[in-house]
């Protein structure tokens, strides 16, 4: 089967957060499969492309109403990330150094037409079409209605929900940009009154996912407007949740920390990595080390930290490192409390890939306290690193996590106020003094099997069926 993932960003290519994670590795699971699974994605102007060599596959202009704008699919043969990688180069719009910006209705509706007016040269097209949150969400309602693309709505589109609170809304002053179509379905863009990409997707996919069973649930009470769409369209809907790239995110092989280690040498191994963080951001090694690594946004829980590291360090004997970027208040303010609690605490404000990975491995405890978590791959990569996660119960942070009360492995909590998490964050560190549990448990959290594996498969088997449907 041959299946295109079309997305804004594909790990190690172009990562903002998890959803380059995910493309970045479930089409080389189902390559492993046995299918024939590739990524089509802008081309930026980051390190990735300033340092591999490109060649074109096809050049072409895409138009967006009457403007024109060069063209090119590119590919590199200098890399093997287990699939193939098809960029869409548009020099005006998309070769830039960040992946979004103010300008992304032109953005991602240039790279949605070039990307399927390439496809329609193809010999063989694509037996799935697999679209990834909204800056692909036109591309479902494009293959459905637009004239030229009529060759190729016979394929199945697959939207996938990453995250609903994004939906790329876009003014009726860019209806012209879209491709002409039966304007008796123009209802299909619609959502409250303006052009709503992801509602679109969801309106026109074949299958519709969310990224865990328990964020599909949740969207049809909270889904930033689409509540009633979802619950309306649920027949054809599933969450099927994210793995995590087993190759990528290993403590025995993982390049970027400090000391490898395995479930036998666990001890070792995290308390030399604890012990580099420690010196890196003056924290003391003796103390129990709890991180947050994320984007500093409200659906993170993010506004609420400063208050509650403030609470935790003043009642508790601990470390806290934070890794992260986002509302610049949140930023200030957690830059701030620096100087109160120098020694037990740090923050490092940006993005830093290898350091993340020397987080998951040196933290004892790593905290996500989200109001909301489509799924949540940072839970995922610090059980892999023998981290035990506090999670608020919610999203795929339900469906990965049990809490040590119930015979589980994690802490959890309920409530994104500042009292819970600081409750939780207190949990955390009474389990920590009791060191032979904790020890036993950081063995068998390394043990638990998040790999794309089964959920490779499960998206295999959805877009089978689909086919299977489709000719019966
Ligand atoms: N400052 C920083 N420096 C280095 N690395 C950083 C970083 N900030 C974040 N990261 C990394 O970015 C990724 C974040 O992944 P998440 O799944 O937690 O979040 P995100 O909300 O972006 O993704 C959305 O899509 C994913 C994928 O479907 C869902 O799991 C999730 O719930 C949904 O919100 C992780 O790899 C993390 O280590």
Known sequence: MKIFHL?????????????????????????????????????????F???????????????????????????????????????????????????????????????????????LTLKQFPNILHCHDHHTGLIP?????????????????????????????????????????????????????????????????????????????????????????????SGKAVGVLNGIDTEVWNPETDDYIIENYNATTVAAGKKANKKWLCKRFNLDEEKPLVAFIGRLVGEKGAELLPEVFHKVLQQEVVNILLLGSGHQDTEEQLSQLRANYSGNYNVYIGYDEKLSHIIYAGADFLLMPSRVEPCGLNQMYCLRYGTVPVVRRIGGLKDTV??????????CHDDVTVSDIAYAVHR??????DTVQFQANRTFIMSIDHSWKTSAKTYINLYNSINQQHYD
């Open 7 to 47: 997305s804004a960003e594909c790990y190690p290519i172009a990562k903002v957060g998890g959803l380059a994670d995910v493309v970045g590795a479930l089409p080389k699971y189902q390559n492993d499969n046995g299918e024939e699974s590739a990524v089509i994605m802008p081309f930026y102007k980051n390190p």
């Open 141 to 233: 309602f494009m293959t459905q209605e637009c004239y030229k693309y009529e060759a190729l709505n016979k394929i199945p589109v697959i939207t996938t929900i990453h995250n609903a609170q994004y939906q790329g809304w876009m003014p009726y002053e860019h209806l012209h940009k879209i491709p002409p179509f039966n304007m008796e379905h123009i209802g299909l863009l619609d959502w409250d009154k303006v052009i709503n990409p992801l509602a679109a997707a969801i309106k026109c996919a074949w299958r519709v996912t969310t990224v865990s069973p328990s964020y599909m649930e949740e969207l049809k009470q909270n889904a930033n407007g689409l509540e009633q769409l979802l619950a309306h369209e």
């Open 428 to 433: 955390a560190l009474e389990f920590y003094n």
């Open 402 to 411: 049990v809490d040590i009360n119930d015979n589980g492995f994690g802490i």
């Open 49 to 119: 492309t300033t340092t591999h060599n490109f060649s074109a596959v096809f050049e072409g202009h895409v138009h967006l109403g009457n403007t024109s704008y060069p063209y090119q699919i590119l590919k590199t043969s200098e890399v093997s990330l287990g699939f193939e990688v098809y960029f869409v180069a548009i020099d005006a719009l998309l070769n830039t150094p960040f992946v979004y910006s103010e300008n992304d209705i032109d953005r991602f509706l240039a790279f949605q037409i070039a990307a399927l007016d390439w496809i």
